[in-house]
């Protein structure tokens, strides 16, 4: 089976792109191959695969059959040239850094992202001599300001954003960023997933993922992925051989048994979203709601042109009360779960504050965007009356 652009995209979550050296047998489901070294039939076996005539599985840390298999399907997901999986979304966007940037060059990101993701650019690689800029979603002043600075290599966005769930206009700042001669554009796409957008038919260089969320779905492993044009995946394979961050076999092969699901799935998370949205911009407990097809959202147009009307499983919502009604919301909840991540199975909500913003001060919070009383809802396949039954108890109580 070749890769068909014109597939749908539930097809190709289940069948992804053709059938790989992995699964020799005719299997269905892709055979895990534990291995961690394989025999080489010949010298001559060996110096022509170097020179790139035909695939060889020498050592785990390079490939594995498994984890090709699912970075071949998930390249069919993106319509994507390659992709590359590694242990986990950080690894993967450490990977993408540290390929596409040297000591003295710029990144710019923006920074109403996955907080880990902006400690990464403005702490980690700062040591590395690697100078960083964030900027607003919403601001192209700024960012145009910021693609501006000298040695400017590299531009950082998520769709949408974490945890406000803002839409930036992504094309355009991929042509802003293309503009500027050098400047690569790496998309998180994490909460869109490939459902709602491939940011690559935009013009993107590099999209991400964590994709221990919504392309695997069910909480049970970690793992991010990284696709592009195969020159530049040739560079970041070469950095994540070294690196040894590459993902293991059997999450590979988790992980493409939850990308068979993946357009259901996303699907009927998205209409349960946008529902207890809906629900919850109406509860006079409730503040503010950030959702992107609710009316007043700052996205609303841009979720129709890029995300195909759907917002997403991902929603936030701050309550009257601050920090105090938001902490008693997460303890009252039976149902809907109090923990990190999002994009599986099960519906979870957190605290911000008290999660990945944990160690600033609240006036350092709210500089962020960060209200004490916000609060994140990963919504997961329940169903969605049995959701809003928790919700509203747990709001209503006292």
Same mark, same amino acid.
């Given at each position: 089976?070749?890769?068909?652009a014109?597939?749908?995209?539930?097809?190709?979550?289940?069948?992804?792109?053709?059938?790989s050296?992995?699964?020799?047998?005719?299997?269905?489901?892709?055979? @895990?191959?534990?291995?961690?070294?394989?025999? @080489?039939?010949?010298?001559?076996? $060996?110096?022509?695969?170097?020179?790139?005539?035909?695939?060889?599985?020498?050592?785990?840390?390079?490939?594995?059959?498994?984890?090709?298999?699912?970075?071949?399907? @998930?390249?069919?997901?993106?319509?994507?040239?390659?992709?590359?999986?590694?242990?986990?979304?950080?690894?993967?966007?450490?990977g993408?850094a540290?390929?596409?940037?040297?000591?003295?060059?710029?990144?710019?990101?923006?920074?109403?992202?996955?907080?880990?993701?902006?400690?990464?650019?403005?702490?980690?690689?700062?040591?590395?001599?690697?100078?960083?800029?964030?900027v607003?979603?919403?601001?192209?002043?700024a960012?145009?300001?910021?693609?501006?600075?000298?040695?400017?290599?590299?531009?950082?966005?998520?769709?949408?954003?974490?945890?406000?769930?803002?839409?930036?206009? +992504?094309?355009?700042?991929?042509?802003?960023?293309?503009?500027?001669?050098?400047?690569?554009?790496?998309?998180?796409?994490?909460?869109?997933?490939?459902?709602?957008?491939?940011?690559?038919?935009?013009?993107?260089?590099?999209?991400?993922?964590?994709?221990?969320?919504?392309?695997?779905?069910h909480?049970?492993?970690?793992?991010? +992925?990284?696709?592009?044009?195969?020159?530049?995946?040739?560079?970041?394979?070469?950095?994540?051989?070294?690196?040894?961050?590459?993902?293991?076999?059997h999450?590979?092969?988790?992980?493409?048994?939850?990308?068979?699901?993946?357009?259901?799935?996303?699907?009927?998370?998205?209409?349960?979203?946008?529902?207890?949205?809906?629900?919850?911009?109406?509860?006079?407990?409730v503040?503010?709601?950030?959702?992107?097809?609710?009316?007043?959202?700052?996205?609303?147009?841009?979720?129709?042109?890029?995300?195909?009307?759907?917002?997403?499983?991902?929603?936030?919502?701050?309550?009257?009360?601050?920090?105090?009604?938001?902490?008693?919301?997460?303890?009252?909840?039976?149902?809907?779960?109090?923990?990190?991540? $999002?994009?599986?199975?099960?519906?979870?909500?957190?605290?911000?504050?008290?999660?990945?913003?944990?160690?600033?001060?609240?006036?350092?919070?709210?500089?962020?965007?960060?209200?004490?009383?916000?609060?994140?809802?990963?919504?997961?396949?329940?169903?969605?009356?049995?959701?809003?039954?928790?919700?509203t108890?747990?709001?209503?109580?006292?």
């Open positions: 089976m070749t890769y068909n014109r597939r749908s995209m539930e097809t190709r979550a289940v069948h992804g792109a053709r059938t050296g992995a699964n020799p047998w005719g299997a269905v489901a892709t055979p @895990i191959v534990l291995s961690n070294t394989h025999v @080489i039939e010949s010298s001559a076996a $060996l110096e022509t695969a170097r020179r790139g005539e035909h695939e060889l599985w020498e050592y785990g840390r390079y490939a594995n059959p498994t984890v090709a298999a699912a970075e071949e399907h @998930i390249a069919a997901l993106e319509g994507a040239e390659r992709s590359l999986l590694f242990s986990s979304g950080m690894a993967a966007l450490a993408a540290l390929s596409l940037l040297r000591p003295g060059q710029h990144v710019v990101w923006v920074r109403d992202c996955y907080r880990p993701s902006g400690q990464l650019f403005s702490r980690v690689l700062a040591d590395w001599g690697i100078r960083s800029t964030g607003d979603a919403l601001d192209s002043a960012l145009e300001a910021a693609l501006s600075v000298e040695q400017t290599r590299l531009l950082f966005v998520e769709l949408p954003t974490n945890p406000r769930v803002l839409v930036p206009d +992504v094309p355009a700042m991929i042509a802003m960023a293309h503009a500027r001669r050098g400047v690569k554009v790496l998309v998180d796409a994490t909460l869109a997933s490939p459902v709602l957008a491939t940011p690559l038919s935009w013009g993107a260089d590099l999209v991400m993922h964590s994709a221990t969320k919504f392309l695997a779905g909480n049970d492993l970690l793992a991010g +992925v990284l696709s592009g044009r195969a020159a530049l995946m040739e560079l970041v394979e070469e950095r994540r051989s070294l690196l040894g961050s590459v993902l293991d076999p999450a590979a092969y988790l992980l493409m048994r939850g990308m068979k699901t993946l357009g259901v799935r996303v699907d009927a998370q998205c209409r349960s979203a946008s529902e207890l949205a809906r629900r919850l911009a109406e509860h006079p407990r503040d503010r709601v950030w959702y992107p097809t609710l009316a007043g959202h700052p996205g609303v147009t841009l979720t129709e042109t890029l995300l195909g009307g759907r917002g997403g499983a991902v929603l936030a919502f701050a309550l009257r009360g601050g920090e105090v009604a938001a902490r008693l919301v997460v303890d009252r909840v039976r149902l809907v779960r109090h923990a990190a991540s $999002l994009g599986g199975t099960e519906t979870l909500i957190q605290q911000p504050s008290l999660f990945s913003y944990a160690d600033l001060s609240e006036e350092e919070r709210r500089a962020e965007g960060i209200d004490d009383g916000l609060l994140r809802l990963s919504v997961g396949l329940e169903h969605v009356e049995d959701l809003w039954q928790d919700l108890q747990a709001l209503d109580e006292g």
